[in-house]
């Protein structure tokens, strides 16, 4: 069966630190992933997909990168986080082909001070 | 911005059936149109999707108005454990490239002992 996982499961930066937040999927193949931000009383907001190893899109300009350096490994990078940063940040992946909801990791919730 | 509204709240009795309205007027034809739910502070769960038919399965039933204009998700028989932000999300689907989600505020759904 497939799984989700996400690390850390919570995190405190100081502003202008550097982030690093993991997400790997087990149990499928050259999934599409997604990272998304959900800010406090704000809905999720889609930040990067990925539809392939190296294959990065952006939706939202922002201090924030995503890299995939594997084919079930998704990255979200910060050289230096802002306060904005803050906020529930979600991994989810989706089977290509397979028409189904997106299934989403535990997140990872980020407090910058 | 989202294309869908939904009320910010409902109310529902533990046991009796929890009908969640959706208005998305600007649906266009290849659209469809996607359940979620999030119990706090824990990633979305897919619930259901769906284009023109009606649809049900194990967790929920999918109500879609002729003119495609609205929808309505039922749970049938709520439970405490179904008190979570629903959100009702259209999109496309293009079945493997990048169909990233745009969530909006949902509502709230309290089940109520």
């Known amino acids: 069966s497939q799984t989700i996982h996400q690390w850390p499961a919570t995190l405190v930066q100081p502003v202008g630190s550097p982030l690093s937040l993991e997400c790997t999927v087990e149990?499928?193949?050259?999934?599409?992933l997604y990272w998304y931000r959900q800010a406090a009383g704000r809905g999720l907001q889609l930040l990067f997909y990925s539809v392939g190893i190296g294959q990065i899109s952006s939706e939202v300009p922002q201090n924030l990168s995503a890299s995939r350096p594997q084919d079930r490994q998704f990255i979200l990078s910060s050289k230096k986080l802002l306060l904005s940063d803050s906020g529930f940040y979600l991994c989810?992946?989706?089977?290509?082909?397979?028409?189904?909801?997106?299934?989403f990791g535990p997140g990872t919730r980020l407090t910058v001070t | 911005d989202a294309k869908t509204t939904q009320p910010p709240s409902m109310d529902c009795a533990e046991g009796r059936a929890a009908n969640l309205p959706c208005n998305h007027s600007t649906i266009s034809g290849n659209e469809y149109v996607y359940w979620y739910r999030q119990i706090h502070s824990q990633g979305p769960q897919y619930i259901i999707h769906?284009?023109?038919n009606n649809e049900t399965n194990e967790m929920a039933s999918l109500i879609i108005t002729e003119d495609r204009k609205s929808s309505t998700l039922i749970l049938p028989h709520a439970t405490l454990r179904d008190t979570a932000v629903y959100y009702c999300?259209?999109?496309?689907?293009?079945?493997?490239?990048?169909?990233?989600?745009?969530f909006g505020k949902g509502t709230h759904l309290i089940i109520q002992p």
């Open positions: 999300i259209v999109s496309f689907y293009s079945g493997g490239g990048a169909d990233g989600l745009t």
């Open positions: 989810a992946w989706i089977e290509p082909g397979r028409h189904h909801g997106q299934y």
């Open positions: 769906g284009l023109k």
């Open positions: 149990g499928t193949s050259n999934p599409n």
